[in-house]
C-alpha cells in the first residue's frame, strides 16, 4: 500500500509509523499530531468491529511515552489485562490489522505473541502484570541481563490482591522495575474501595497541579542515574508528600514514587518515566489519565466510559448499531430483583462488573444489598461464604471465565462449609471475540469436581428463571447456574419432566438418546429432526440439573441403543464424561459418544463461527449421530470418527 492511500485511513503522520522508532524520533509538535491521529484512527477502525474503545483513548500518550523512553522488545513492556494495548499495536507496526480487530482470523483483541515480538503476556485477566514482572526482574537478575521491566497497571486492576502481593515481593527483591499506574479513576464503572478512595482524593487535592509542575521541573533538570536520582526522587517525593498525603501509601511499601503526572502530556510521562528507568530499583509512576479522552461520546458515558462496546457502533453518538435484544444477562437481572423483592435474605455480589452481569439492575432497587469488591473474584466468594454464615443467601454474578481463579475458595470456603451460595456464570461456553483466556468452558469440568456443587445450565428464558429460583431455595450448599453470551434463545417448552430432566423430544423408535446441554437444546431438537429423516429415532433431553449427574438420565440412558452428549464445554470432565462414569457405575453399557469443546486454545472469532470450526453445529451433530447410530446396525457408510479430535487437529 503507497503512503498516499494508506493515508486516506490513517492520518499522514501514522502512515509513517512502522514501528516504534518512527515514534522516538518525533518532535513534541509531531507528538501532538500523532496523538490526535491515532485517536481519529481507533474511533474510525473500533467504531466499525466493536472493542475496548475508552481505555484505549485513554492511554495514547502514555503508550507514545512508553515506546520513547524504553526500547521494546528488549525491555519488556507488560500491560496488565491488555485491553488498552491497541496503541501498543499501532505503534509497533500492526495498523492494517484493525480492520478485522477480534474478527476470525484478525488482530487480537489483546496482547498476542504470535502477533508481534512487542506482546508478551496474553492472559487477559486483570492484576497478574505484576507478578510476571517481578519474575521478569528476577530472571534478568540472575542471567546478568540489562533489560527494563515495565508493567502498566490500572487503578481497577490494582484492587485485584495479587497486584498486592506483587508489590510486596517488588519491594522486597529491589529490582529494578516501572509500575506505571494508568489512573482513570475507573473499572468499568468507577474504581471502587480503600485504595480507589485514596487516589482520587490524591487527584482532587487542590495541590494536584503543583505537584505537576514540581514533578516536571525537578525531573527535567536532573541527571538521572545513580545516587542524585535518588535523591531527586527523595526530594519530590517529600515535595509531593507535603501537597499531597495520600501516595505515602506506596512509599510505606518501600517503592519508589513518581507522580502523580498528567497522563496526557506525552513531555511529563516521558520524563517521569526516564527517571524512573534509570532509577535502579522498584519505582511507581502514577499517570493520571482520563478513560475515553477525546471523544465525546466516551468521555460522557457515565456507565463506562464505553469500555468495550461489544459490536459497531455510532460514531456520532457512541450507540450500537445491533439492533437491542433481550440478553441472557437481562433475563438472569430481572429475575434476580422479582426473587429479592420476595426474600430479604438474597444479595447480589460482583467483581467490578455490575452492568455487564446484570446485577446492576438488582443495586438499583436494593442498593444496600448488593456489594461490588472490585477485581477480586477470589474475596467475592469467600466473602459470599461470610455472608452465607451469616444467615444471607449471596448471588456471585460472574463471567464463567472469571470464576476459574476462585476454584479453592468455592471448594473449601463455599463447599466445603455446604454454605448456600448461587454462583451465576454468565457468558459461560464458547464467547467469541476476545478468544481464548475469556472462552467460558472450563467451569463444568472444573466445578463438576467439588462435592455438594449442583450444577444448572438453562437452555433458555423460561429455564433460566426457573432454575435461579431453584438454585436460591437450595440452603444445604452452593449452586452454579451457567448460561452462554448473547440473545437469549426461544423459549423450548417441555414435552414432560423424568425426575429433574425435560424431555424435549421423542418418537416411537428409542434409538438414540440425546443429551443437549443449557443452550444447545435448539441444536438437540434440529439433530433430531435431521436424523428423523434417516429412519432413526432421537429422544432429546435436557437435564437442567447437570451435576450431580441425575438419576433419571442414566435410566433413560439404558432405554436407548446410543448416547450423545452435546455440551458448550471442555470435553475432559465434562456432563458426557461425567454421564459416562454415572453409567459405567450403575452398569449400563449402551456406547455413549460426548460432543463437546476440546480442552486447546481456541482462536477468536464469532460464537457461531467458532462453534461451526469445532463442529457443534446442528448439521455436524446430525451427521454424526447418524453415522455412529448406522455403524451400530452395521450399516455406516460413513467412516466413525472421533468428532472432537478431529476439531482440535484443525485449530
Ligand atoms: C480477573 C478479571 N476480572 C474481571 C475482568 C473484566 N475486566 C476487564 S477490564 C476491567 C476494568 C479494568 O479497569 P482498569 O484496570 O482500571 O483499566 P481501565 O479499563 O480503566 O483502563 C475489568 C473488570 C478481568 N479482565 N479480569
Known amino acids: 500500500m503507497s503512503v498516499e492511500e494508506d493515508t486516506a485511513n490513517h492520518g499522514p503522520l501514522l502512515a509513517t509509523v512502522r514501528g516504534p522508532q518512527d515514534v522516538k524520533r518525533m518532535s513534541a509538535e509531531q507528538l501532538d499530531i500523532l496523538a490526535a491521529e491515532i485517536r481519529d484512527f481507533l474511533i474510525a477502525k473500533v467504531s466499525r468491529t466493536g472493542g475496548h474503545i475508552g481505555p484505549n483513548l485513554g ?24 485491553h488498552q494495548a491497541y496503541v501498543h499495536k499501532i505503534v509497533t507496526g500492526r495498523q492494517e490489522g484493525f480492520d478485522r480487530l477480534r474478527q476470525r482470523g484478525g488482530l487480537s ?34 542471567r546478568g541481563e540489562r533489560r527494563s521491566v515495565v508493567a502498566v497497571v490500572g487503578d481497577g486492576a490494582l ?31 468507577p474504581t471502587i474501595g480503600g485504595l480507589a478512595d485514596h487516589l482520587s482524593s490524591l487527584r482532587l487535592n487542590p495541590g494536584y497541579e503543583k505537584v505537576l509542575d514540581t514533578v516536571k521541573d525537578a525531573l527535567g533538570s536532573t541527571p538521572l542515574v545513580g545516587k542524585p536520582m535518588y535523591e531527586v526522587l527523595h526530594a ?51 499517570a493520571v489519565t482520563r478513560k475515553g479522552y477525546g471523544y465525546r461520546p466516551a468521555e460522557e458515558d457515565e456507565a463506562d466510559c464505553l469500555h468495550g462496546p461489544s459490536s459497531a457502533f455510532d460514531i456520532e453518538t457512541g450507540q450500537l448499531v445491533a439492533a437491542p435484544s433481550v440478553k441472557w444477562t437481562h433475563v438472569f437481572a430481572d429475575e434476580l430483583v422479582a426473587v429479592a423483592d420476595e426474600r430479604p435474605d438474597v444479595v447480589g455480589i460482583t467483581a467490578a462488573m455490575a452492568e455487564p452481569t446484570g446485577i446492576a439492575t438488582l443495586a438499583r432497587r436494593y442498593p444496600e444489598r448488593v456489594y461490588d469488591v472490585g477485581i477480586a473474584e477470589q474475596h467475592a466468594v469467600v466473602s459470599a461464604a461470610g455472608l452465607a454464615m451469616g444467615g444471607l443467601h449471596p448471588v456471585v454474578a460472574v463471567y464463567a471465565t472469571f470464576l476459574n481463579r476462585a476454584f479453592d475458595q468455592v471448594l473449601l470456603d463455599v463447599a466445603m462449609h455446604k454454605l448456600p451460595v448461587t454462583f451465576v456464570l454468565d457468558r459461560a461456553g464458547i464467547t467469541g471475540p476476545d478468544g481464548p483466556s475469556h472462552y467460558g468452558i472450563w467451569d463444568m469440568s472444573a466445578f463438576g469436581v467439588v462435592p455438594g456443587l449442583r450444577i444448572a445450565a438453562p437452555r433458555d428464558a423460561a429455564t433460566l428463571r426457573e432454575e435461579l429460583r431453584e438454585a436460591v431455595a437450595i440452603d444445604d450448599g452452593p449452586t452454579v447456574l451457567r448460561f452462554p453470551t448473547g440473545t437469549v434463545a426461544a423459549d423450548l417448552p417441555a414435552l414432560r419432566r423424568v425426575g429433574s430432566v425435560d424431555v424435549l423430544a421423542e418418537s416411537a423408535r428409542t434409538d438414540v438418546l440425546l443429551v443437549a446441554v443449557g443452550a444447545f437444546g435448539h441444536l438437540g431438537m434440529e439433530v433430531a429432526a435431521r436424523v428423523a429423516e434417516q429412519g432413526y429415532g432421537v429422544t432429546v433431553v435436557d437435564p437442567r440439573w447437570v451435576r450431580p449427574v441425575p438419576a433419571e ?56 463461527q467458532i462453534l461451526a470450526d469445532l463442529r457443534l453445529t446442528a448439521q455436524d451433530v446430525a451427521r454424526d449421530v447418524t453415522g455412529w447410530i448406522s455403524g451400530l446396525d452395521g450399516t455406516s457408510v460413513e467412516p466413525v470418527r472421533i468428532v472432537a479430535d478431529d476439531a482440535a487437529a484443525q485449530n
Not at 112 to 132: G, V
Not at 579 to 592: G, K
Open 159 to 189: 484492587t485485584g490482591g495479587m497486584c498486592w502481593e506483587a508489590l510486596n515481593n517488588i519491594a522486597t527483591a529491589r529490582n529494578p522495575l516501572v509500575i506505571v499506574v494508568n489512573d482513570n479513576g475507573r473499572s468499568y464503572s
Open 236 to 286: 519530590v517525593k517529600k515535595g509531593i508528600k507535603d501537597a499531597v498525603a495520600p501516595q505515602a501509601m506506596f512509599e510505606d511499601l518501600g517503592i519508589k514514587y513518581v507522580g502523580p503526572v498528567d497522563g496526557h502530556d506525552v513531555a511529563a510521562v516521558e520524563s517521569a518515566l526516564r527517571a524512573a528507568k534509570n532509577f535502579g530499583g522498584p519505582v511507581i509512576v502514577h
Open 553 to 608: 438420565l442414566v435410566e433413560l440412558a439404558a432405554g436407548h441403543r446410543l448416547v450423545v452428549s452435546v455440551e458448550d464445554g471442555v470435553r475432559v470432565g465434562g456432563v458426557g464424561d461425567a454421564l459416562a462414569q454415572a453409567m459405567r457405575d450403575a452398569d449400563v453399557r449402551v456406547p455413549l459418544r460426548d460432543l463437546g469443546v476440546p480442552a486447546d486454545w481456541h482462536p477468536h472469532g464469532s460464537r457461531a
Open 109 to 142: 483483541g489483546y496482547p498476542n505473541q504470535a502477533e508481534s515480538e512487542h506482546d508478551l503476556i496474553e492472559n487477559s485477566h486483570a492484576s497478574t502484570a505484576l507478578s510476571y514482572a517481578d519474575g521478569l526482574a528476577k530472571a534478568y537478575a540472575l
Open 59 to 82: 492511554v495514547v500518550e502514555l503508550t507514545l511515552a512508553l515506546h520513547r523512553v524504553f526500547d521494546s522488545p528488549r525491555d519488556r513492556l507488560l500491560f496488565d489485562t491488555g
